[in-house]
Nanobody, 115 residues
Framework: QVQLVESGGGLVQAGGSLRLSCAAS????????ITWYRQAPGNQRELVAV???????NYRDSVKGRFTISRDNAKNTVYLQMNSLKPEDTAVYFC?????????WGQGTQVTVSS
């Protein structure tokens, strides 16, 4: 079992920055990748950024150059640094941990970007 707790969301003006954290506990040794997703009201959940156990990363096109995903293995935490935020980034952000047997979700953290 893996437990995930997201934090760091909040209200920020357009152009501002936030750093989200995804703290993992439990069988963290089995995690092969951690992915940040987001879901805005009325929209489907969409992939934002992913980091693998080998630290390869990938981003959706709309956040490239603005968002950075990173990990601190000593703290079992993955971060999503979000800069130059836009109103269209407003959503609930979730982290997901993928293991060979199943994937796990956190409870989400709200990010609201005002114009």
């Amino acid at each position: 079992q893996v437990q995930l707790v997201e934090s760091g969301g909040g209200l920020v003006q357009a152009g501002g920055s936030l750093r989200l954290s995804c703290a993992a506990s439990g069988s963290t040794f089995s995690i092969t990748a951690i992915t940040w997703y987001r879901q805005a009201p009325g929209n489907q959940r969409e992939l934002v950024a992913v980091i693998s156990s080998s630290e390869s990363t990938n981003y959706r096109d709309s956040v490239k150059g603005r968002f950075t995903i990173s990990r601190d293995n000593a703290k079992n935490t993955v971060y999503l640094q979000m800069n130059s935020l836009k109103p269209e980034d407003t959503a609930v952000y979730f982290c997901n941990a993928l293991t060979p047997r199943k994937s796990y979700w956190g409870q989400g953290t709200q990010v609201t970007v005002s114009s």
